[in-house]
């Protein structure tokens, strides 16, 4: 390469990774700008049972949801009779659609009939929507999710929005419904007579990666982060299964263009759907609800069933 080629390919890479740290700084200086709204809102009283949204019902109608069935190789992991079906949901904001408690109910009557062998859901329970209503309490929302009741369990994680809402309280309506919520902790379930660990990240530590890294290796494991940016932190040589929302799938996607933005530093290349590195597979969904406004365009919200299968590994020769 000569000299001036490889002058450009650094001036390429300076002017590539200033225009990120640019775009980081902006989102960052927005979301700050969001919370301290959102904050407002989320601490006056939630007691909307029902999801209504009053004058702005004809703005928040959710679009149509779909049923996703993801099949995921996961090499090391045990050969299983059959499938392994994992339930997940996440971005629920329940309320910031119309009618959204009666919408809510209906999606995890459809989810339930799926027959998944565990529930895992990905963070975000409540609307901070900045306008138009549907405040709907924590409890209202667990006590719906309490009524899937697969054999393994369900386990949660919180989002952010829940965190600027209280942790605490919903992690509390959470459990009194029955979930296990997984904050920075690790639980075990037992399928076919393998040990599976299901480990669940904090919103705040979902870039830390000792709690990633410490948690028992070996065993097949399931990794909830709430941001898709956590999966940077995982090892390419585990075969581990990490299942995240956020994103939205970016909310709104232009034809041709894809998702503009993530929220997160996730490459956008994360922002919806499978991803593989190594051995490890990334699931990130576009989630139920929606956040800053009420609107989706070009990616439906969306129930998720993944099928896991395990594949012998083959050791790389020398
Ligand atoms: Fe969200």
Same mark, same amino acid.
């Given at each position: 390469?000569?000299?001036?080629?490889?002058?450009?390919?650094i001036?390429d890479?300076?002017?590539?990774?200033?225009?990120?740290?640019?775009?980081?700084?902006?989102?960052?200086?927005?979301?700050?700008?969001?919370?301290?709204?959102?904050?407002?809102?989320?601490?006056?009283?939630? &007691?909307?049972?029902?999801?209504?949204?009053?004058?702005?019902?004809?703005?928040?109608?959710?679009?149509?949801?779909?049923?996703?069935?993801?099949?995921?190789?996961?090499?090391?992991?045990?050969?299983?009779?059959?499938p392994?079906?994992?339930?997940?949901?996440?971005?629920?904001?329940?309320? &910031?659609?119309?009618?959204?408690?009666?919408?809510?109910?209906?999606?995890?009557?459809?989810?339930?009939?799926?027959?998944?062998?565990?529930?895992?859901?990905?963070?975000?329970?409540?609307?901070?929507?900045?306008?138009?209503?549907?405040?709907?309490?924590?409890?209202?929302?667990?006590?719906?999710?309490?009524?899937?009741?697969?054999?393994?369990?369900?386990?949660?994680?919180?989002?952010?929005?829940?965190?600027?809402?209280?942790?605490?309280?919903?992690?509390?309506?959470?459990?009194?419904?029955g979930?296990?919520?997984?904050?920075?902790?690790?639980?075990?379930?037992?399928?076919?007579?393998?040990?599976?660990?299901?480990?669940?990240?904090?919103?705040?530590?979902?870039?830390?990666?000792?709690?990633?890294r410490?948690a028992?290796?070996?065993?097949?494991?399931?990794?909830?982060?709430?941001?898709?940016?956590?999966?940077?932190?995982?090892?390419?040589?585990?075969?581990?299964?990490?299942?995240?929302?956020?994103?939205?799938?970016?909310?709104?996607?232009?034809?041709?263009?894809?998702?503009?933005?993530?929220?997160?530093?996730?490459?956008?290349?994360?922002?919806?759907?499978?991803?593989?590195?190594?051995?490890?597979?990334?699931?990130?969904?576009?989630?139920?609800?929606?956040?800053?406004?009420?609107?989706?365009?070009?990616?439906?919200?969306e129930?998720?069933l993944?099928?896991?299968?395990?594949?012998?590994?083959?050791?790389?020769?020398?």
């Open positions: 390469m000569s000299r001036t080629r490889d002058n450009l390919v001036h890479g300076l002017w590539s990774l200033s225009c990120r740290m640019l775009l980081r700084t902006v989102r960052k200086a927005f979301s700050a700008l969001t919370t301290s709204f959102e904050r407002r809102v989320t601490a006056r009283p939630f &007691s909307d049972s029902r999801g209504d949204k009053g004058w702005w019902t004809w703005l928040s109608r959710a679009p149509a949801h779909r049923v996703s069935r993801v099949r995921v190789e996961l090499a090391g992991w045990p050969r299983f009779s059959r392994f079906r994992v339930l997940f949901l996440s971005d629920l904001h329940v309320g &910031s659609h119309t009618r959204d408690v009666e919408r809510l109910t209906r999606i995890t009557t459809a989810a339930a009939e799926l027959q998944p062998d565990l529930m895992c859901l990905g963070g975000d329970y409540i609307n901070g929507l900045l306008f138009g209503g549907g405040r709907v309490p924590p409890e209202t929302t667990a006590a719906i999710l309490g009524r899937v009741k697969p054999p393994l369990g369900s386990f949660a994680i919180l989002g952010d929005h829940d965190e600027i809402y209280g942790g605490a309280s919903i992690a509390h309506a959470l459990r009194d419904a979930l296990t919520v997984l904050l920075d902790e690790a639980a075990r379930i037992t399928f076919e007579g393998n040990e599976i660990t299901i480990l669940g990240v904090t919103p705040d530590r979902a870039r830390s990666p000792e709690l990633i410490d028992r290796m070996g065993l097949p494991r399931i990794v909830l982060a709430h941001d898709p940016a956590a999966f940077a932190l995982l090892p390419s040589d585990a075969a581990d299964l990490m299942l995240c929302g956020h994103t939205h799938g970016g909310q709104i996607q232009l034809p041709l263009l894809g998702p503009l933005v993530n929220m997160s530093d996730a490459p956008l290349a994360w922002t919806y759907g499978h991803v593989v590195k190594g051995y490890c597979h990334l699931y990130v969904t576009s989630g139920l609800g929606t956040s800053l406004i009420p609107l989706r365009l070009g990616i439906p919200p129930i998720v993944i099928e896991v299968h395990g594949v012998i590994r083959y050791q790389k020769s020398d």
